[in-house]
């Protein structure tokens, strides 16, 4: 039986939100590891495929019990209307864009992007016709003069990656919806625990549940929401029939990630934080990026926008990709990946990995520099985090 959970907290959601039992009564959420389901006569087969009921289900590709548990659990948290599990951030980014648009047309995107976010727009959407404008996210004039009367949906990182730039959701929207377009943001850096992007205006909200939601590294995974409209109408449709469903696996690790979603990233941002402030001013950087810092060009629009400054940090080593590389290597706590929100610290070297193919004219307009280092802090002890930090300075 789902309860109602809509005057319940975020925490309280996060735990329980989506629940749905077997006639075992399971504590924890059952793992229902199968592609399809049973129907008692042919009749009772038949009816299904006219009318699917509540707790009905027809085929893992369409939809599973656990899959729509972690659905309605990450939607009640987000206060979205409905939720569609992918197999991973991409394919939700995807399934987003791909389901609403069609030949001619417009799409405003920030620049500042995930590059296969960058790749679905630029060059999967461009072959069918569809053209973007590409716009500075953090300038509302930019965005104000790429928005035309037909233009379809705008899409940007409410936080980018990797140089934490803050994009100001609520006036974006407003100039979006002045237009009729929908407002597509990839929320992953703002989490779905400092997020307001419902009541901020954002229409459709993708996560890569890779990161955060997640949290130990463990599986691929990404959600779309929004309206039960969009949700049900425009987007599932599109991902029924193009196969990239979330493994009923992959939703039960992402039910118990949000179990403790709210404890890990406030910790984790909570130690950005310390990172940041123990950065700032070093001799060895030339400077220190944290939208929780007052440094930060957009502070005060993150701090109202999110509450907090979030879990990453970017910093650029004085002396380059050599420097760089040397306190890489000499850092003994933090790991070089390229996952992030996880409960080990991740340290990245956009330039030559992440964001490596990207034009050196790009690189320069998106301040990927060669001593550009970008860490998404864990849940390891604050303290012992900046000391390897400093340690490792000293050897750059
Ligand atoms: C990781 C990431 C994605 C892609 O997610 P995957 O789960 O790796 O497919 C998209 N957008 C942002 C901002 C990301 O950080």
Avoid at 86 to 113: E, Y
Wanted: charged share 20%.
């Amino acid at each position: 039986m789902k309860k109602d959970t809509s005057n319940w907290s975020a925490r309280t959601k996060a735990v329980h939100a989506g629940t749905r039992r077997s006639q075992y009564n399971e504590v924890s959420e059952a793992i229902f590891m199968t592609q399809g389901f049973v129907y008692d006569t042919a009749e009772a087969a038949e009816q299904r495929f006219v009318q699917l009921g509540e707790d009905e289900f027809i085929y893992a590709r369409y939809g599973n019990p656990t899959v729509a548990m972690f659905e309605e659990r990450i939607a009640a948290l987000e206060g979205a209307e409905d939720a569609f599990a992918c197999a991973s951030g991409m394919a939700a980014v995807n399934g987003a864009l791909v389901s609403m648009l069609k030949a001619g047309d417009h799409v405003v995107s920030a620049k500042a992007l995930f590059g296969s976010c960058l790749y679905i727009l630029e060059e999967i959407l461009g072959r069918y016709g569809v053209e973007t404008t590409f716009v500075d996210g953090t300038d509302l004039e930019q965005w104000k003069a790429a928005i035309r009367p037909d233009t379809k949906a705008v899409f940007f990182e409410s936080v980018s990656n990797p140089t934490l730039e803050v994009t100001d959701l609520k006036s974006v929207a407003e100039l979006a919806h002045a237009v009729g377009a929908l407002v597509v943001v990839d929320n992953v850096f703002a989490t779905p625990v400092f997020s307001k992007a419902v009541e901020q205006g954002a229409d459709v909200i993708v996560y890569s549940t890779t990161k955060h939601i997640d949290g130990q590294g463990r599986a691929l995974g990404g959600v779309v929401l929004g309206s039960k409209e969009f949700i049900r109408g425009t987007l599932e449709p599109y991902m029924k029939h193009t196969g990239a469903a979330m493994s009923p696996f992959t939703a039960w690790i992402m039910l118990k990630g949000l179990e403790t979603l709210d404890l890990r990233v406030k910790a984790q941002a909570a130690t950005a934080k310390a990172i940041a402030e123990a950065l700032e001013g070093h001799p060895k950087l030339e400077q220190v990026s944290y939208p929780g810092l007052p440094s930060h060009p957009q502070h005060d629009l993150c701090m109202s926008q999110m509450g907090a400054g979030g879990t990453m940090v970017a910093y650029e080593i004085k002396g380059g990709r050599d420097a760089a590389f040397r306190f890489m290597n000499a850092l003994q706590v933090c790991i070089i990946s390229n996952n992030l929100g996880d409960a080990k610290t991740i340290i990245t070297h956009p330039f030559t990995t992440t964001h490596q193919r990207l034009p050196q004219e790009q690189k320069d307009h998106l301040g990927i520099t060669t001593g550009l280092i970008r860490m998404s802090a864990g849940l390891e002890d604050s303290q012992d985090l900046i000391n390897d930090v400093l340690q490792a300075l000293e050897q750059a």
